[in-house]
């Protein structure tokens, strides 16, 4: 059941939409570096235990109390599918096994096999997923929506990326696949080019690689890489969206569907608005230098227009979701009574 007055603290919702863009940030290397996405992760992090009251200890002792002494029975679709493959918990500890062979092979393909030893984009989503299962075990009996959540997040994150990004081309740099370079250049550079010739800057491509003059009058060229596509931000939300309705709802339904439709538009479109902005700062003030890019110039919009972009349209988007899409806990605490009522 839906409820219209569901709310969140906007503590939570913060922590979440800076969890979020750390994540970005820290996936895509070729922007800003990546410890201050690890650095935002972990202040999102601690914003949304420090909103759900979990830094203080007494506070987790009688929270973890109550929670073994009521025996909350969730009923997601995560939960649902989670317990079946575990066999009700009695194999949960298969997952500890899970993460080690995770991480021995993450190590042992870099050492002996990758080129690039490096700790690259994969890696660190397999990395990631490695730690959720470790951690699910310790968690799903006390916290299990959250534990859910952060598992279905991780699964399909790592289901999603690796494939994905292996058909579109290199991680980090320009598409080395015929899929990649179509989409980036009848996806992105195409609508971009339309964008600028309405906007009266007359531009054209060759491949993946956009031309344009300044007002200054002089010739300049951007080329669009797998990373400046906006895959990585529509990756990380799709699987935040999938992990959200996994664990928050019983069953799928039309309505997340259509939501889901409407995040994926809104990121693409959010994407596309992003590189019209680079190319704009980069007619109007310059190129800048790459050692040190000046305010508002093409590589200065390069480097943090898009983190600014992200946020904003992924703090929309989930304010709008939980304030009229959120399921009613109470009426989910009512069934699980009712539900723990009928198995005694």
Known sequence: MISRKTRIDPETLIGFIILAAGVDIAIMFSKIPFWIGIILFIIGFILILHSLGWLALEKIISLVAQRFKEKKIENSI????????????????????????????????????????????????????????????????????????????????????????????????????????????????????????????????????????TQ?????????????????????????????ALSYYEQW?????????????????????????VILSGYFNGMGDPLDPSPFTLLWTHKYAGEIIFICWIALFWWLAFKYFAPDDRESNKEGKEEEAKLE
């Open 78 to 213: 995560a939960r649902k599918l989670i317990m079946k493959l575990l066999l009700n918990g009695r194999i949960i500890s298969i997952l500890f096994l899970l993460a080690v062979v995770i991480i021995m092979t993450v190590a042992i393909y870099n050492s002996y096999y990758s080129v690039n030893k490096e700790i690259g984009t994969y890696d660190l989503v397999l990395i990631l997923l490695a730690i959720g299962l470790f951690i699910y075990p310790m968690i799903w009996r006390i916290f299990p929506r959250e534990a859910d959540f952060i598992l279905c997040f991780l699964f399909a994150l790592a289901i999603e990326i690796i494939p994905f990004i292996t058909l579109m081309g290199s991680d980090n740099g320009f598409s080395d696949t015929g899929l990649g370079n179509l989409y980036i250049q009848y996806a992105i550079i195409l609508p971009v080019i339309g964008l600028l010739n309405l906007s009266g800057i007359a531009a054209a491509n060759s491949g993946s690689v956009i031309f344009f003059t």
């Open 216 to 244: 200054d009058n002089v010739n300049a060229s951007v080329g669009i890489a797998v990373s400046c596509s906006g895959i990585y931000s529509t990756m990380i939300f799709i699987a935040a969206f999938i992990a959200f």
């Open 253 to 277: 339904d039309r309505k997340l569907t259509y939501l889901l439709l409407i995040g994926i538009l809104a990121a693409y479109i959010a994407n596309i608005l992003r590189i019209y902005l």
